[in-house]
């Protein structure tokens, strides 16, 4: 049999490749020729098709860098060199993605369907909007303050929640807290026709509610992403239904491989708290 040698600038990484092919979802939120909620469309695309990246290909690389089994890519890349240029590429991707959302809200702005934070509604709105918390969102959030007898809890995949940062009223005493926001809970609420506002800014406005006794000085919302990639061994299997059953409660709880942060301008202390 006939054997080639393999020339390492021949090949392009498998990674940055997916990730250049999913660029061109952005590309289409980006053509005017698409009706305007089709272009909003292609931007979710793009969120779900990243995370799943996250999940499988990222959580796979931190794997092998981790345990230091790493054979490298057949273009030469070790699995570091691997997310070191991922973070790059998706780092300069997400102000690309950013700056059309934000042209995107504009122009929706335009039609009348508009999206705004709880601070800038009139009161007739923010009396909905505070009617809805009571209502809906209060009796099912779950306020956590983090210290040495309430441990930092678990977070599912995807799953979205806030810290805050907290003053004890009584002594001064900094503390941390966390406020996860059940998945039943619609994303962006609406208070008036076509007005919407997003969750977040809801229940940072009632945040001393869940709270009592805590003045509030900063928040962050956030969102993580863990390792959902399953390694099944299905030559080893006695029960191939055991097997996948026991696969997908580990994915639950898989590894934290991506933390998303709402804000760029947030307080220091909270973000190494929440990092950490």
Request: include cysteine.
């Amino acid at each position: 049999m006939k054997t080639y040698d393999i020339e390492q600038e021949n090949f392009i990484n498998r990674e940055l490749s997916w990730l250049r092919f999913n660029t061109r979802v952005i590309e289409e939120a980006s053509n005017t020729g698409h009706p305007l909620l089709e272009q909003f469309k292609y931007l979710a695309i793009y969120g779900t098709n990243l995370d799943e990246f996250y999940m499988i290909r990222v959580a796979g690389l931190i794997e092998m860098d981790s345990e230091g089994i790493d054979p490298g890519s057949v273009d030469g890349l070790s699995a570091a060199e691997q997310l070191e240029e991922i973070r790059k590429y998706v780092d300069n991707e997400m102000r690309i993605l950013e700056k059309r959302g934000v042209e995107l809200f504009r122009e929706l702005s335009k039609h009348g369907l508009n999206i705004k934070r709880y601070s800038e509604l009139f009161e007739d709105q923010k009396e909905k909007a505070q009617e809805y918390f009571t209502t809906n969102i209060f009796p099912i959030l779950i306020p956590i303050a983090v210290n040495a007898l309430h441990p930092f809890p678990h977070l599912n995949n995807l799953s979205f929640a806030m810290a805050v940062k907290l003053r004890e009223s009584s002594t001064g005493t900094i503390r941390f807290g966390l406020i996860r926001v059940p998945r039943v809970l619609p994303r962006f609420v609406e208070v008036d026709d076509a007005l919407y506002v997003p969750i977040e800014s809801i229940v940072y406005s009632f945040i001393e509610e869940l709270f009592p006794g805590f003045e509030v000085i900063s928040h962050i919302p956030f969102r993580v992403t863990r390792n959902a990639d399953m390694v099944i061994a299905e030559e080893e299997a006695d029960d191939f239904m055991e097997v996948m059953e026991q696969g997908i409660k580990s994915r639950r709880k898989g590894r934290i491989v991506r933390v998303e942060l709402g804000s760029k301008d947030c307080d220091e202390e909270l973000k190494e708290f929440l990092i950490t």
